[in-house]
């Protein structure tokens, strides 16, 4: 067994084709990235510049058409789809704008469903009241998700991402309906989350979100901007 550090997120060469009849959109073309536990990384670029594709791609939720993503020295691309899901539960927590709970599940229950698909075997670092806690929501866990202010459910879906122990946290926009109040609040928290030892790596146009990266990395039309920092 090796003692060297992996790097937390190695993406390697990504390429992502979309085909809709004679139409194809190159939506990735050639992408790498190298993230280290702890670091925070901002992916920004314009409305198309392929932002999610690679997020999902980080993430296992989608396969790329070309290169290979890794993440804490385990291949996640090319495997099948039982496989990566065990691997996304193992080591990835996804944020999204929303969606992120169940909607018949309080908020309780949306942070345990996560620890219970991991199975009784793995013990959690953090129990579920430590998690509400720790995004300031234990006086709302037993609110339904529709109960909950814009900033709650951000909050709620932070606690949810975090609730499987990431290696990896994968935040697609997580600030995108919020006002500069919450957004600081999420942001503060995601610095918290990395500073624990988490990758962390946001997609987000907002300015607030850039100031608080390690790194801000910019795609243009499916590659990277000016490459510097990028791999
Ligand atoms: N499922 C899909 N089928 C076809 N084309 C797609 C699909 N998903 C994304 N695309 C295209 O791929 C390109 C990259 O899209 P992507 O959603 O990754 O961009 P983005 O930078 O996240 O944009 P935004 O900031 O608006 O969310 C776009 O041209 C988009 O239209």
Request: no cysteine; glycine share 10%; hydrophobic share 45%.
């Amino acid at each position: 067994m090796t003692t060297l550090r992996q790097p937390a997120v190695v993406a390697h060469d990504l390429y992502r084709f979309y085909r809709a009849g004679d139409e194809e959109t190159l939506a990735l073309r050639g992408v790498s990235l190298t993230v280290a536990a702890g670091e925070l990384v901002v992916v920004a670029g314009p409305s198309g510049s392929g932002k999610s594709t690679l997020l999902a791609l980080l993430a296992g939720l989608d396969e790329p058409d070309g290169g290979h993503v890794t993440l804490a020295g385990e291949r996640m691309s090319h495997r099948p789809e039982a496989r990566r899901t065990l691997l996304r539960r193992r080591l990835v927590g996804v944020l999204r704008q929303s969606g992120n709970l169940v909607g018949h599940l309080d908020v309780r229950g949306n942070v345990a469903l996560v620890q219970a698909l991991r199975g009784r075997s793995v013990r959690p670092r953090r129990a579920v009241a430590d998690l509400l806690a720790l995004v300031a929501l234990s006086a709302r866990a037993h609110a339904l998700p529709a109960e909950l202010s814009g900033g709650e459910l951000a909050r709620a879906g932070l606690a949810v991402a975090l609730a499987g122990d990431p290696t990896v946290l994968i935040a697609d926009e997580p600030t995108g309906e919020l006002d500069l109040v919450n957004e600081r609040r999420v942001l503060g928290l995601l610095r918290e989350v990395a500073a624990d030892g988490a990758a962390v790596v946001v997609a987000s146009h907002s300015a607030e979100v850039a100031a608080a990266a390690d790194r801000v990395l910019r795609l243009t039309d499916g590659r990277w901007a000016g490459e510097r920092g990028a791999a």
